[in-house]
């Protein structure tokens, strides 16, 4: 597609309940990223992927959080044992490399857990 | 990365240019700044960035001070949809371990018809 594209785009589920979330990054783009941005605040740093390197994963909140991107196509943000606190919307992004720092942010998926 | 200060709210009136300041007094010589927008509830979009010349694109203006300590945006003519939160960013240019954007509280511009 012309932009990255995230799925769902809404997703309420129940504690203790796990959940994937789906990134599309822009064709070509080596580049991803995941962010968080809970109600009211800034964004956050989850992980990066780049290529066929080993990902940072400097930013996931703890064990709960993993994330996996096959090559430079899909990737997968789950969330084991989702805790209210996860409640957030789940931005991804792509850019064309690792020296831009143009990234392209998909809408985000809102997720809510009761 | 460097920290950056911006003002946490502006308004301006529709039609008029808005100036949106940031200071980046810590920035190092191989630093760039960039300028980001969010709309309620939209993923961040990125507006235009610099390094030491100041540069314009369709969307904006960026104005870099000659000691790079401080920038401003500028939106020409703003318009209601350009209601948003702006973030300014500093960003080392090669990656390596500082690829990352981290993203402050930014400013709510808010345009007035």
């Known amino acids: 597609g012309a932009g990255v594209s995230q799925s769902p785009s809404n997703k309420v589920t129940e504690k203790g309940k796990d959940v994937e979330l789906r990134c599309d990054p822009i064709?070509?783009?080596?580049?991803l990223y995941w962010y968080r941005q809970r109600l009211g605040q800034g964004l956050e740093f989850l992980i990066y992927?780049?290529?066929?390197?080993?990902?940072?994963k400097s930013g996931l909140p703890s064990d709960r959080f993993s994330a996996e991107r096959t090559g430079e196509s899909v990737s997968t943000l789950t969330i084991q044992r989702t805790q209210q606190e996860d409640s957030a919307v789940y931005l991804c992004a792509s850019s064309s490399g690792p020296y831009t720092g143009e990234l392209f942010f998909g809408e985000g998926s809102r997720l809510t857990v009761l | 990365d460097a920290k950056t200060t911006q003002p946490t709210s502006m308004d301006c009136a529709e039609g008029r240019a808005a100036n949106l300041p940031c200071n980046h007094s810590?920035?190092?010589?191989?630093?760039?700044v960039y300028w980001y927008r969010q709309i309620h509830s939209q993923g961040p979009q990125y507006i235009i960035h610099?390094?030491?010349n100041n540069e314009t694109n369709e969307m904006a203006s960026l104005i870099i001070t000659e000691d790079r300590k401080s920038s401003t945006l500028i939106l020409p003519h703003a318009t209601l949809r350009d209601t948003a939160v702006y973030y300014c960013i500093v960003r080392l240019y090669s990656g390596g371990s500082n690829y990352k954007l981290t993203f402050g509280k930014g400013t709510l511009l808010t345009v007035n018809p």
């Open positions: 992927f780049q290529g066929n390197s080993a990902p940072d």
């Open positions: 610099g390094l030491k």
């Open positions: 064709s070509g783009h080596t580049a």
């Open positions: 810590t920035i190092s010589g191989n630093e760039y």
